[in-house]
């Protein structure tokens, strides 16, 4: 299910069209405490990371999708548990 | 009031003029004075004064520790239930750009009510500490002669750009650098960054002199922790000088200033390595698995902005997207503490409230977040729509 998450967070990223630099910006503008190469790792799943770092990702990812029109798409942590 | 030698003494002197309350700091704010200086700002706020004044015309130098005291006392100024505010006066050029790159120059109100040219010819007659030490040492003769204005801050960042050398602007990026990791990493007494200029080593940014010091002993004797990051493109984390064998003639000098554990990260450029960040401690052990992970994120920040230098400082895009990302993360942060404060909600619990209520409006966080914080300043000066208000 998780697993399922992280996933997304790498296909919103494309989608999303943003680079892993300017993904990494907005995690940080958000108050995240990964480096960029952990945050990348939790993109290919190396590393996983804490539900509160998989919902900041997938934030930095619905706030530029609100920017383009769309609303919310990537699931959060708690949405992954509710099932 | 307080007469002071700028180099050897600090002062503060307290006055009143109509309704504002000046403190004046005389000498050096560094990590021992503005402790000082802290505690008369808290007390003149807790006596019930909304607006003060910090006179910076004699102030020589002012640090990190300097800068968390004007952070510390703007902030709770604003949150006073009628508000509040905090007026620097004669800050020097190089305080009122570091204030803008940090995002500070959004929660005081700069004074230059005179002119800081006797500030910066006293900066240059003490001597010695022009680089490295503090932020106000090396701007050279350039008084501001308007107060900065948000609406105005690409425009001041560029005619600073355009004064200044390009590695001036870098440095300043890395002295920030050089604050938050001091004031973010828990057990850290100093930080430093190292750069290797023209073949050599140099400290470029450093959060007091013990550290330059430190510094200094590894380029003289070739070896150490700062010096192998820098060298070898390895992190280093010595828990405790007392069993660190690998650089003898580095060892006793740290040990006779006082530095027990040392955290260092290579500051990477493609994947050459052009210098480090250096963390300090006075305490063994005083660095967790968490620092380590910290320390490493400033690292990575710091060799980004040396990355993004070259290209890109000349148009002002490395100072905006510093000012815009540290901004963001400030203002959030301030939102989460006055949530976890009202409502009694951890630090994660006010992110996933706020990550909800964005959800629920299309907004941004950084746009609740501000919502919020002007709220918690006073109902009436936030948007009459605002979502802030209490059921109860």
């Known amino acids: 299910m998780t697993s399922s998450a992280r996933s997304d967070l ?27 190469i952990q ?6 799943e190396a590393l996983e990371p804490s539900a509160h770092d998989h919902d900041i990702v997938a934030h930095a990812l619905n706030e530029r999708f609100v920017e383009l029109g769309g609303n919310h798409p990537i699931r959060y942590a708690t949405d992954a548990l509710d099932g | 009031m307080n007469d002071a030698s700028p180099l050897s003494h600090f002062g503060i002197g307290v006055t009143f003029e109509d309704a504002d309350v000046v403190v ?61 505010t905090l007026t620097l006066r004669s800050p020097s050029a190089l305080v009122v750009r570091i204030l803008a790159i ?43 002669r308007e107060a900065h204005s948000p609406d105005t801050e690409a425009h001041s960042l560029r005619e600073v750009t355009a004064i200044a050398a390009d590695h001036d602007v870098v440095d300043g990026a890395l002295r920030l650098v050089v604050a938050l990791a001091r004031a973010t990493v828990e057990g850290a007494d100093g930080v430093s960054v190292s750069l290797e200029r023209h073949g050599s080593l140099a400290t ?7 550290i330059l010091d430190m510094d200094a002993d590894q380029y003289a004797t070739g070896e150490g922790p ?14 405790s000088l007392d069993d660190e064998t690998r650089w003898p003639a580095f060892v006793p000098k740290a040990r006779t200033l006082g530095i027990n554990a040392i955290l260092s990260n290579p500051l990477l450029v493609g994947e050459r390595p052009v210098g480090a960040l250096n963390i300090y401690s006075n305490t063994p052990s005083a660095f967790e698995v ?9 690292a ?47 630090a994660d619990g006010a992110f996933t409230y706020f990550l909800e209520c964005s959800r629920g409006s299309n907004r941004s966080i950084r746009d609740l977040a501000e919502e919020l914080v002007a709220f918690a300043r006073g109902p009436e000066r936030a948007d009459s729509e605002t979502i802030w208000t209490r059921d109860d």
């Open chain 2, 24 to 84: 004046a700091a005389i000498g050096e704010v560094d990590i021992v004075t503005a402790t000082d200086l802290g505690d008369i700002v808290n007390a003149v706020i807790d006596g019930g004064h909304s607006s003060v004044v910090l006179d910076l015309s004699r102030c020589t130098s002012l640090d990190a520790s300097g800068l968390a005291v004007i952070s510390t006392g703007a902030h709770r100024l604003r949150l006073l239930p009628l508000g509040g």
């Open chain 2, 226 to 239: 700062c010096v192998d990051a820098s060298i070898k493109g390895r992190w280093f984390h010595v828990e």
């Open chain 1, 39 to 44: 945050v990348e790792a939790f993109l290919y």
């Open chain 2, 102 to 144: 940090t995002g500070l120059d959004q929660v005081v109100t700069i004074d230059e009510q005179m002119a800081p040219t006797t500030q910066l010819g006293r900066e240059q007659s003490t001597g010695g500490m022009a680089a490295g030490n503090g932020f106000d040492a090396e701007m050279g003769e350039r008084p501001l």
């Open chain 1, 10 to 36: 790498e296909q919103g990223r494309i989608d999303a069209g943003l680079t892993l630099g300017e993904l990494f910006v907005r995690y940080f503008e958000l108050g995240g405490m990964s480096s960029p």
């Open chain 2, 290 to 298: 968490k620092d380590e992970r910290l320390a490493a994120l400033f």
């Open chain 2, 300 to 346: 990575t920040e710091a060799s980004t902005i040396l990355a993004d230098s070259g290209a890109t400082v000349s148009d002002g895009h490395l100072a905006s997207r510093l000012v815009g990302a540290l901004r963001s993360r400030e203002v959030i942060s301030q939102a989460q503490g006055i949530l976890m404060e009202r409502d009694g909600v951890s």
């Open chain 2, 204 to 210: 470029v940014a450093a959060s007091d002199q013990t």
